[in-house]
C-alpha cells in the first residue's frame, strides 16, 4: 500500500521532470516564471519508533550529530504573480543521530564478546548510532503568502547511499532467546556490539513541509521538517519488532538566483 | 507556518524527554533464591536456568520440606512458596511472569547422597533447549546425584545449529551400551575469530558452569566443586587423545594488538589435561574457579597430570595420579563428615584451552574414572 502511494508520487514527480524536459526545446517558455536555488543546512531529529514501544523506558542522551545537506533546486511558477507554483530538485543530506537508552525486555541481537551471535531480550542500556545519507528528490506545491514568506509542502524520495545503523549493548543481559532464556550478562567493558547497517531499507519516502523566509534580496532562511513514511528497515527485518520512522528538521539558507 | 519548527520541537521532546515507563509489566519468570534450614545444608544451593539442586546432610527427612523462594518483581510460582512437599523425588514448580506472558518450569532437587568416587560416563541427556549432552551420575537407586558441567552452554551461542556430537564436550560408543566422555577442540567460526576467541576446548568438570558471565569473565564462570567426604589419594582412569593438525593460539604482536596463529604439520604440541582439587569450602560458601583454583589458601590437596603423561595413544591408557597435599593443611574429620570440602575433577582436550589456544580437532576420551581415597 505505501509502497503504492510512493511509486505513484514518484511517476507524478518523474511526469513533471519530464514536461520540464521536453519542455526544454521551447526555453522560453520553460525557464518564463522559473526561479533557481541552491540551499545548504543541517538537518537534527531521529529515527524515532512510533508509537513508542513501551519496551524503551527513558531515553539517557540524544545527541543529534552534525547532519549536512546540499541542495539544487527550481520551482515553476503557475501564475505571473508568483503565487502558486511547484517545486522540484537533488538534494544530498545526512540523517543522524546518537542515543542512549534505557530498555526493558528489548529484543535484539547482539555479538558476544567471544563471537557469539545472541538473539533475545535485553534489560539494560543501549547505544545506538546512526549515519546515514540520501539522494532526496523533494516535489513540493509552492505558495507565495507575502513579499516575505513561502511555504511548501509535498513529499519526498529518498535513496539511501551511505549507512550506518549500529551500536552496542552495555550494563545489562540478555535472555537468550526469550524471557525465559538462559541469562547472559553484560556488565562492565563487556559490552555486546550490533549492527543493522545492511538490514536499512534502501529507498525512503514521506512528506515535507516548511517555510522559507525572504532575507535579502537573493538570500532566503528556511525550515522545514520531514517525516518518513516508510520504515526505516526492510520489511524482512525483524530483529527490530518496531518500525522506526526518520522525523528530522532542517534548517539552512538558500540563494535564489 | 511559523510554527512549523515549533511543533516539530514538541513532538521532539515528547519523543526524547523523559518519558520513563515504569508501568511496564515484568516479563521474566525466574527463581533469585531458595531459602531451606541452613542447619541441613552440606553447600549454598546451585540454581540455575530450569533447575536447581540443594545438597543436603544424610539424616535430613526428605519427605516434608518447605522451600521458600523469592522470584522476579511480579512473578507467581506454583506450588506456592513455602509449601511442604516429598523432596525424595525432584519437585517441579512453575513460575509465571508478571505480563503472564511467559512461565518456566524448575526441577527443584534435594539430594543427600554424596557424589559417588567412580565415573563410567554411561549416563548423559540433552540439556533442556536439546542442544547438547550433560553427562550425569547415579545413585543405586537410579536417582540423579551430579551433573558433570561443561563449557556446552556457551558453545551453544555460537554454535548456531550444530548437532550435539559437533559440540566440544560429547559422548564417544565404546562398546554397546558403553559409553565414554569425549573432549574435542572445536573452532568457534568467523565471529569467534573476530573476536580473538578462535577455538574452544571440549572440557568437563565437577561443579557448575555459569553461562551467564562466560561471556564478561570466561575463567569466573567455571565454578569448581562439589562436597566429597573423604580424603582422596589418587585420581585414576583410562584415556585415548589424539592432536588435532592445526594448533590456533592468539598473540599478542608489536603493536600491541591481539592476531592469531595458526601452525600446521605438528610444529606445535597439543597436550591434554585432567586434575583434581580438594579444598576446604568455607561451610559451604566457597567455590573456586578457574582464576584461583590451583592458588587459593582453602586448597588442601591437588591432583595434577604431568605433562609428559599426556601422550598420544589410540587404544585406551591408564593414568593413575596422586593426590599431592598442600603444606601444612590438615583435614578436620568432623568438617569431613559435614561436607566442609569440596572435589573437583576437571579434564579438557587442550591444556591451553582456557587461553583460547589448542590443536582443532584435538581429541580426549575419558572412562572409568576413579577417585582412590582413604577414610
Known amino acids: 500500500m505505501h509502497f503504492r502511494q510512493a511509486a505513484l508520487g514518484f511517476l507524478i514527480s518523474l511526469s513533471i521532470l519530464g514536461v520540464k524536459a521536453q519542455a526544454s526545446e521551447e526555453k522560453i517558455s520553460l525557464f518564463s516564471n522559473t526561479t533557481f536555488q541552491i540551499r545548504a543546512g543541517f538537518s537534527i531529529g531521529g529515527s524515532a519508533p512510533i508509537p513508542f514501544p513501551e519496551e524503551i523506558t527513558h531515553i539517557e542522551h540524544y545527541d543529534p550529530t552534525l547532519s549536512l545537506g546540499l541542495e539544487a533546486n527550481l520551482t515553476k511558477w503557475f501564475d505571473a504573480r508568483k503565487k502558486w507554483g511547484i517545486r522540484t530538485g537533488l538534494r544530498v543530506e545526512g540523517k543522524g543521530m546518537k542515543t542512549d537508552a534505557s530498555v526493558k525486555n528489548y529484543y535484539t541481537e547482539v555479538i558476544g564478546d567471544g563471537g557469539e551471535k545472541v538473539s533475545g531480550n535485553f534489560t539494560g542500556k543501549v547505544q545506538t548510532t546512526v549515519k546515514n545519507s540520501y539522494f532526496t528528490i523533494p516535489v513540493l506545491l509552492i505558495h507565495s503568502l507575502s513579499d516575505k514568506w513561502n511555504i511548501y509542502a509535498g513529499p519526498y524520495f529518498s535513496s539511501l547511499v551511505e549507512k550506518n545503523f549500529s551500536g552496542y549493548v552495555y550494563d545489562g543481559y540478555l535472555r537468550d532467546g526469550g524471557p525465559t532464556g538462559q541469562k547472559i550478562l553484560f556488565e562492565g567493558e563487556n559490552k555486546g556490539p550490533y549492527d543493522f547497517s545492511q538490514d536499512l531499507n534502501v529507498f525512503q519516502w514521506g512528506m515535507l513541509a516548511g517555510g522559507e ?3 535579502r534580496k537573493h538570500l532566503r532562511l528556511f525550515g522545514e521538517l520531514s517525516w518518513g513514511f516508510n520504515n526505516l528497515f526492510k520489511k524482512d527485518f525483524k530483529t527490530i519488532s518496531f518500525d522506526m520512522h526518520p522525523i528530522y528538521l532542517n534548517i539552512g539558507f538558500g540563494y535564489a538566483f | 507556518m511559523k510554527s512549523t ?9 515528547l519523543l526524547i ?8 509489566l515484568n516479563a521474566e519468570a525466574d527463581i533469585i533464591t531458595i531459602v531451606v534450614p541452613s542447619e541441613i545444608l552440606k553447600a549454598e544451593p546451585v540454581i540455575e536456568n530450569n533447575r536447581i539442586t540443594v545438597r543436603v546432610k544424610s539424616d535430613t527427612d526428605l519427605s516434608q520440606q518447605s522451600p521458600e523462594f523469592t522470584l522476579s518483581e511480579g512473578a507467581t510460582i506454583s506450588p506456592k512458596s513455602g509449601t511442604t512437599l516429598n523432596f525424595t523425588q525432584p519437585q517441579l514448580y512453575k513460575v509465571t511472569s508478571q505480563d503472564e506472558k511467559v512461565s518456566k518450569e524448575y526441577t527443584v532437587s534435594y539430594i543427600k547422597s554424596e557424589i559417588t568416587s567412580r565415573y563410567d560416563f554411561n549416563h548423559f541427556r540433552l540439556d533442556e533447549t536439546g542442544k547438547y549432552h550433560i553427562f ?3 545413585n543405586e537407586r537410579g536417582d540423579n ?3 558433570w558441567a561443561s563449557g556446552n552452554g556457551a558453545f551453544a551461542l ?3 545449529d550444530a548437532p550435539a556430537d559437533k559440540y566440544p564436550t560429547t559422548y564417544a560408543d565404546v562398546s554397546e551400551n558403553n559409553f565414554a566422555a569425549k573432549l574435542i577442540t572445536r573452532r568457534t567460526g568467523s565471529l569467534g575469530v573476530m573476536f580473538k576467541k578462535p577455538i574452544a576446548a571440549g572440557n568437563i568438570f565437577m561443579g557448575t558452569f555459569d553461562v551467564g558471565a562466560a561471556l564478561s569473565n570466561p575463567l569466573a564462570a567455571v565454578k569448581m566443586g562439589v562436597p566429597f567426604e573423604h580424603v582422596p589419594e589418587f585420581l585414576k582412569g583410562t584415556f585415548k587423545y589424539s592432536q ?4 590456533v593460539q592468539v598473540v599478542e604482536n608489536a603493536q600491541g594488538e591481539l592476531v592469531i596463529e595458526e601452525f600446521e604439520n605438528g610444529e606445535m604440541t597439543d597436550y591434554w589435561d585432567i586434575y583434581a582439587i580438594f579444598y576446604d569450602n568455607n561451610g559451604g560458601k566457597l567455590m573456586l574457579d578457574g582464576t584461583n583454583r590451583f592458588t587459593h589458601e582453602n586448597l588442601v590437596a591437588v591432583a595434577h597430570l604431568d605433562q609428559q603423561d599426556a601422550i598420544e595413544t589410540d587404544s585406551w591408557a591408564e593414568f593413575k595420579i596422586p593426590f599431592v597435599p598442600k603444606a601444612g593443611k590438615t583435614v578436620d574429620p568432623q568438617k569431613l563428615a559435614n561436607g566442609g570440602y569440596n572435589i573437583s575433577v576437571v579434564m579438557t582436550s587442550s591444556v591451553g584451552g582456557d587461553f583460547f589456544k589448542g590443536a582443532v580437532n584435538s581429541t580426549l576420551l575419558i572412562d572409568n574414572l576413579e577417585i582412590l581415597y582413604t577414610d
Open chain 2, 17 to 24: 524527554s523523559s518519558c520513563t515507563k515504569d508501568d511496564v
Open chain 2, 244 to 247: 588435532g593438525d592445526v594448533f
Open chain 2, 145 to 147: 546425584i551430579m551433573d
Open chain 1, 213 to 215: 523566509w525572504r532575507l
Open chain 2, 158 to 160: 555460537t554454535a548456531n
Open chain 2, 136 to 138: 550425569f551420575e547415579q
Open chain 2, 5 to 13: 519548527p515549533l511543533i516539530f520541537f514538541l513532538i521532539v521532546s
